[in-house]
């Protein structure tokens, strides 16, 4: 059940300890779909942070801010990391783990029609196959996990400003 109080990352530190300790977490989130939009990702290795990330965009929807997420999460990890990374989207990972490898032998086309955000999917998709040690993990959102809590608290903040 989603927590209906907006907390900042700092408050989530405090109030969470659950989840897994090391990973990489991202999120994404838009004020109307479309309408403004914020993502974000955080690094963790042993429950501390290696790094983290976040951006705003003006007028996007949810699922192009959680593809975004994750692009720059995978950017900022070096290529032979091994590390899972984890998205409480489970579109984006369903695309990533089940989909995507066969629209693209198919011309970056699917069954059913053209593919939504298709240019941050192939982004996402060539980031994924440079990370070859790099898995991605669908996590259950707003559950007390303490990295992905955080995630969504950090995207929030920097769509507040």
Avoid at 24 to 34: A, I, K, L, M, R
Avoid at 56 to 80: F, G, H, Q, V
Avoid at 152 to 161: E, I, T, V
Wanted: with cysteine.
């Amino acid at each position: 059940m989603r927590n209906t109080e907006i907390l900042t990352p700092e408050q989530v530190l405090e109030r969470y300890t659950g989840g897994p300790k090391t990973g990489v977490f991202s999120d994404g989130s838009c004020e109307g779909n479309p309408g403004p939009g914020s993502w974000a990702f955080v690094w963790v290795d042993d429950d501390r942070i290696v790094d983290q990330g976040s951006g705003i965009s003006a007028k996007t929807t949810n699922n192009r801010m959680e593809l975004r997420a994750l692009i720059e999460a995978y950017r900022t990890l070096p290529k032979d990391q091994e590390i899972t990374v984890y998205s409480d989207s489970n579109l984006c990972v369903r695309t990533m783990n089940e989909w995507v490898a066969g629209w693209e032998r198919r011309g970056w086309r699917r069954r059913s029609g053209p593919i939504a955000n298709l240019e941050l999917v192939r982004e996402l998709y060539a980031l994924v196959n440079a990370h070859p040690h790099v898995s991605l993990r669908w996590i259950k959102a707003h559950d007390g996990s303490r990295w992905n809590e955080y995630a969504d608290a950090l995207a929030s903040a920097r769509m507040r400003g």
